[in-house]
């Protein structure tokens, strides 16, 4: 498998520490609104990429933070705590806050078949980990403390800012709103491990420290969870392409001079979702979420499919009319599923196999998950029975999660029941859903029909009997259990 690494600018073979095992961590989500739809882009991928790491057969570890401390609105040391402001917005507790929208998080999460990580944990449980390594930070000479804040020192790195090859406006992200200059900092891009003083003074959330009564910065977080669940050396790390600069960078910064030695080779950025008028963005209020998609009548996981059909290392633009074009496609790359016979003969095993590696080529080529698609499409032609076409489909989803042959399963149903309920003629039978109980009344009408009246009777007896009273209709029946 072939992947691009941010930190060398190269495509190249996936390779870990140790043999046949994947220590994965991704940067989760800050927990003070709805994740918006670019935000989920980023976590689709994501899951694709772990699916199909699993699916090579490879054992992954995956480890996520959930940010509930700490992030303020610059992804550096200004602006305004966005937990806080989160609260203010709508008159909760912080950590009310942080329930709230952890929980919505993961709803949004299981409506598109993102799978839970292995361990997921709120900073705020991890205070004394974060402590600990701010400490060891002190100890070895990387940190000092100024105007009652921690702070790590940059000038003691040999290298810093790593991921250069991003466009100047990424690297201005983390900049975009610091207008205020910290003096407190010896050098630029010195940041802040723990807070102690700040203009913060409504903090809700503080803890003790030898520094004081404080809470800790956004980028320790990440680096203290991942050595506490991944160990000392992580393998793959994980995030949208925002986090790059400066929280990565930050993070290889902290984690690699705590521990002495080169920390994580392998790093996957997903790109940004756009609107035509730019990047989606909650502080601009220009940010569409899950629910609204819902309500404006679209599966989530035609979203997922959207996101798939394009590479997650080029800028994806939304619109509405591109959401359609994807919702439009799916439903009927399902209704082609739905159109195959399940169980007419044995699953041809040879063809299986040969799917599987031909899948593996292509999305195992830096996660080309269009390729993927093309590559269900493709199967559905192949000469082979229907029983094993599906099998191949029921594979691949394994790495896409689009409920392909589920939904191809759940249409099939509907469509039997539909044509139970349904003569040659147009006559219908509206009901509770038994099909047994549809396939009588559509006797007795048959009955009718035939001027059998006797039978006829005799089915409407039999269904009263069963507690079932019949309406009759200008156009069929239809039939309700009696309360
Ligand atoms: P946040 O909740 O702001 O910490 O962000 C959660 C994740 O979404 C991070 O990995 C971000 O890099 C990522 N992200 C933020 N905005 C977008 C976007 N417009 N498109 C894709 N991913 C994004
Ligand atoms: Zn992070």
Avoid at 256 to 271: D, I, K, N, T
Avoid at 331 to 338: H, M, N, T
Avoid at 412 to 417: I, L, S, Y
Avoid at 456 to 478: F, Q
Wanted: proline content about 4%; some cysteine.
């Amino acid at each position: 498998m072939y992947l691009y690494n941010s930190a060398t600018h190269k495509k190249a073979p996936f390779v870990t520490h140790t043999p046949g095992r994947v220590e994965m961590y991704t940067c989760g989500p800050t927990v003070y609104h709805f994740a918006h739809i670019g935000n989920l882009r980023s976590y689709i991928m994501e899951d694709v990429l772990e699916k199909l790491l699993r699916y090579e057969g490879l054992e992954v570890n995956r480890v996520m933070n959930i940010t509930d401390v700490g992030h303020l609105s610059s992804d550096a040391d200004t602006g305004e705590d966005k937990m806080l402001m989160g609260a203010k917005r709508e008159h909760k507790s912080v950590m009310e806050i942080a329930q709230f929208y952890t929980d919505a998080f993961f709803a949004d999460c299981r409506k598109l078949n993102i799978k839970t990580p292995d361990t997921v944990q709120p900073a705020t449980g991890l205070i004394p980990e974060f402590i600990e390594m701010v400490q060891g930070l002190l100890d070895k000479g990387y940190a000092y403390v100024a105007g009652g804040n921690v702070y790590f020192d940059t000038s003691k790195l040999r290298r810093y800012h790593i991921f250069f090859d991003h466009d100047e406006s990424d690297l201005q992200v983390g900049v975009r709103e610091g207008v205020e200059e910290d003096g407190n900092k010896r050098n630029k891009n010195d940041f802040v491990l723990w807070f102690t003083k700040s203009k913060f003074e409504d903090q809700a959330l503080k803890w003790d420290s030898p520094w004081g009564v404080g809470y800790p910065g956004w980028h320790i977080e990440c680096s203290a969870i991942s050595l506490k669940y991944n160990g000392e050396y992580l393998d793959l790390h994980c995030g949208g392409i925002d986090n790059a600069f400066p929280h990565h960078t930050n993070e290889i910064a902290q984690s690699e001079s705590y521990l002495g030695h080169p920390w994580c080779p392998q790093w996957f950025h997903v790109h940004h979702l756009v609107t035509p008028e730019g990047k989606m963005s909650k502080s601009k209020g220009k940010a569409l979420i899950l629910t609204t998609l819902e309500e404006e009548g679209y599966d989530p996981l035609s979203y997922r499919f959207f996101c798939l059909q394009s590479h997650y290392r080029k800028a994806l633009v939304f619109t509405w009319e591109n959401l359609d074009n994807a919702q439009g496609a799916y439903r009927k790359l399902i209704a082609r599923a739905a159109a195959l016979k399940p169980g007419d003969g044995p699953v041809d095993e040879a063809v299986l196999k040969a799917q599987r590696e031909k899948f593996l080529q292509a999305v195992g080529n830096d996660l080309n998950t269009s390729l993927g698609i093309t590559a269900v499409y493709d199967a559905l032609k192949l000469p082979a029975n229907d029983a094993t076409k599906l099998a191949v489909l029921d594979d691949f989803d394994r790495v896409l999660g689009l409920d392909l042959t589920k939904k191809a399963a759940a249409k099939r149903a509907e469509d039997a029941k539909a044509a139970a309920s349904t003569d040659a003629s147009g006559f219908t039978v509206t009901g509770e859903g038994d099909p047994a109980i549809d396939a009588l009344v559509l006797r007795r009408a048959e009955a009718k029909k035939a001027k059998n009246f006797a039978e006829a009777d005799r089915i409407r007896d039999d269904l009263r009997a069963r507690g079932i009273e019949l309406t009759d209709t200008p156009t069929g029946t239809t039939w309700k259990t009696r309360s």
